[in-house]
Protein backbone atom coordinates (compact mmCIF):
# COMPACT_ATOMS: atom_id res chain seq x y z
CA UNK A 1 0.00 0.00 0.00
CA UNK A 2 1.08 3.96 -0.92
CA UNK A 3 2.83 4.92 2.10
CA UNK A 4 1.59 8.44 1.85
CA UNK A 5 -2.35 7.10 1.87
CA UNK A 6 -1.20 4.68 5.28
CA UNK A 7 0.61 7.81 6.96
CA UNK A 8 -3.02 10.12 5.44
CA UNK A 9 -5.02 7.49 6.88
CA UNK A 10 -3.25 6.97 10.44
CA UNK A 11 -3.57 10.99 10.77
CA UNK A 12 -7.30 10.82 10.07
CA UNK A 13 -8.16 8.21 12.84
CA UNK A 14 -6.21 10.04 15.24
CA UNK A 15 -7.29 13.97 13.91
CA UNK A 16 -10.71 14.15 15.54
CA UNK A 17 -9.49 13.45 19.47
CA UNK A 18 -6.25 15.39 18.94
CA UNK A 19 -8.00 18.49 17.54
CA UNK A 20 -10.85 18.32 19.61
CA UNK A 21 -9.32 20.38 22.53
CA UNK A 22 -7.94 23.43 20.71
CA UNK A 23 -9.13 26.77 21.18
CA UNK A 24 -10.87 28.48 18.98
CA UNK A 25 -8.96 30.46 15.99
CA UNK A 26 -10.77 32.28 12.67
CA UNK A 27 -8.46 29.79 10.94
CA UNK A 28 -7.07 26.57 12.44
CA UNK A 29 -5.20 24.56 9.69
CA UNK A 30 -3.90 21.48 10.75
CA UNK A 31 -1.98 18.90 8.59
CA UNK A 32 -3.37 15.83 7.28
CA UNK A 33 -0.19 14.15 5.68
CA UNK A 34 2.06 15.12 3.22
CA UNK A 35 5.10 13.85 0.67
CA UNK A 36 7.93 15.94 -0.80
CA UNK A 37 6.09 17.77 -2.72
CA UNK A 38 2.81 18.78 -1.40
CA UNK A 39 0.76 18.65 1.83
CA UNK A 40 -2.73 18.58 2.70
CA UNK A 41 -4.48 20.53 5.83
CA UNK A 42 -7.61 20.67 7.11
CA UNK A 43 -9.15 24.15 9.00
CA UNK A 44 -10.97 22.88 11.83
CA UNK A 45 -12.34 25.45 12.71
CA UNK A 46 -14.17 25.89 9.85
CA UNK A 47 -15.94 22.08 10.60
CA UNK A 48 -19.38 22.50 10.79
CA UNK A 49 -22.42 20.46 10.48
CA UNK A 50 -25.84 21.41 9.42
CA UNK A 51 -28.94 18.81 8.30
CA UNK A 52 -27.09 15.80 8.98
CA UNK A 53 -23.97 17.13 6.25
CA UNK A 54 -20.67 18.52 7.30
CA UNK A 55 -18.59 20.91 5.66
CA UNK A 56 -15.03 21.57 5.83
CA UNK A 57 -12.01 23.69 4.14
CA UNK A 58 -9.08 22.01 2.67
CA UNK A 59 -5.89 23.43 1.28
CA UNK A 60 -2.99 21.83 -0.67
CA UNK A 61 0.16 23.45 -0.91
CA UNK A 62 3.04 22.30 -3.22
CA UNK A 63 6.66 22.35 -3.23
CA UNK A 64 6.81 23.87 -6.66
CA UNK A 65 4.71 25.84 -8.94
CA UNK A 66 1.91 23.61 -11.23
CA UNK A 67 0.85 24.77 -14.03
CA UNK A 68 -2.81 25.92 -14.64
CA UNK A 69 -3.77 24.98 -18.25
CA UNK A 70 -7.66 26.40 -17.79
CA UNK A 71 -6.29 30.38 -17.73
CA UNK A 72 -3.55 31.84 -19.48
CA UNK A 73 -3.21 34.49 -17.46
CA UNK A 74 -3.33 32.52 -14.31
CA UNK A 75 -0.44 29.95 -15.39
CA UNK A 76 0.86 28.72 -12.35
CA UNK A 77 -0.34 27.71 -8.47
CA UNK A 78 1.45 26.91 -5.77
CA UNK A 79 -1.96 26.40 -3.61
CA UNK A 80 -5.70 25.90 -3.37
CA UNK A 81 -8.46 25.62 -1.10
CA UNK A 82 -11.11 23.39 -1.79
CA UNK A 83 -14.81 23.46 0.18
CA UNK A 84 -16.13 19.68 0.51
CA UNK A 85 -19.43 19.04 1.87
CA UNK A 86 -19.19 15.23 4.08
CA UNK A 87 -22.68 12.99 4.43
CA UNK A 88 -21.02 11.03 7.60
CA UNK A 89 -23.23 8.57 7.75
CA UNK A 90 -23.03 7.45 3.25
CA UNK A 91 -19.38 7.62 3.17
CA UNK A 92 -19.61 10.45 0.51
CA UNK A 93 -18.51 13.72 -0.37
CA UNK A 94 -18.46 16.06 -2.61
CA UNK A 95 -16.46 19.49 -3.74
CA UNK A 96 -18.79 22.53 -3.83
CA UNK A 97 -16.00 25.49 -4.04
CA UNK A 98 -12.25 25.00 -4.91
CA UNK A 99 -10.10 28.73 -5.20
CA UNK A 100 -6.38 28.57 -6.62
CA UNK A 101 -3.70 30.90 -5.43
CA UNK A 102 -0.63 31.98 -6.94
CA UNK A 103 1.05 31.38 -3.77
CA UNK A 104 1.58 28.92 -1.05
CA UNK A 105 -0.67 28.99 2.35
CA UNK A 106 -3.52 30.60 0.08
CA UNK A 107 -1.88 33.84 -0.48
CA UNK A 108 -1.02 35.93 -3.68
CA UNK A 109 -3.11 36.28 -6.55
CA UNK A 110 -6.44 33.67 -6.42
CA UNK A 111 -8.83 32.59 -9.03
CA UNK A 112 -12.26 31.10 -7.58
CA UNK A 113 -13.12 28.11 -9.96
CA UNK A 114 -16.58 27.18 -8.22
CA UNK A 115 -18.84 27.96 -10.95
CA UNK A 116 -17.52 24.87 -12.78
CA UNK A 117 -18.82 22.53 -9.76
CA UNK A 118 -21.87 23.38 -9.80
CA UNK A 119 -24.35 19.95 -10.25
CA UNK A 120 -21.77 18.05 -8.44
CA UNK A 121 -23.45 14.96 -6.91
CA UNK A 122 -22.04 12.79 -3.46
CA UNK A 123 -19.48 10.44 -4.53
CA UNK A 124 -17.81 7.64 -2.01
CA UNK A 125 -13.76 8.41 -2.14
CA UNK A 126 -12.09 4.96 -2.81
CA UNK A 127 -10.91 3.14 0.58
CA UNK A 128 -7.64 3.89 1.45
CA UNK A 129 -7.19 6.99 -0.88
CA UNK A 130 -6.75 10.49 0.09
CA UNK A 131 -10.46 11.79 -0.33
CA UNK A 132 -10.73 8.71 2.29
CA UNK A 133 -8.53 10.26 5.03
CA UNK A 134 -10.45 13.82 4.70
CA UNK A 135 -14.03 12.37 4.87
CA UNK A 136 -12.59 10.02 7.91
CA UNK A 137 -10.73 13.13 9.45
CA UNK A 138 -13.70 15.39 9.03
CA UNK A 139 -16.45 13.25 9.95
CA UNK A 140 -14.57 11.98 13.37
CA UNK A 141 -13.69 15.51 14.17
CA UNK A 142 -15.58 16.05 17.41
CA UNK A 143 -17.60 19.54 17.01
CA UNK A 144 -17.66 22.27 19.63
CA UNK A 145 -21.25 22.27 21.47
Known sequence: MNHKIKTLLATAGLFGAL?????????NWQSLG???SS????????????????????????K????NTGDQSFPTL???????????KAGSMKLVREIIFAENDGKGDKRDHSDALKGQEF????????????????CNFELKK
Open 19 to 27: LASLPAHAE
Open 34 to 36: GTD
Open 39 to 62: ELLVDTDSIIESGGIREAWSMWNF
Open 64 to 67: QARP
Open 78 to 88: KSYKDLHQYNC
Open 123 to 138: NKPKPMSVGDAMLQAV
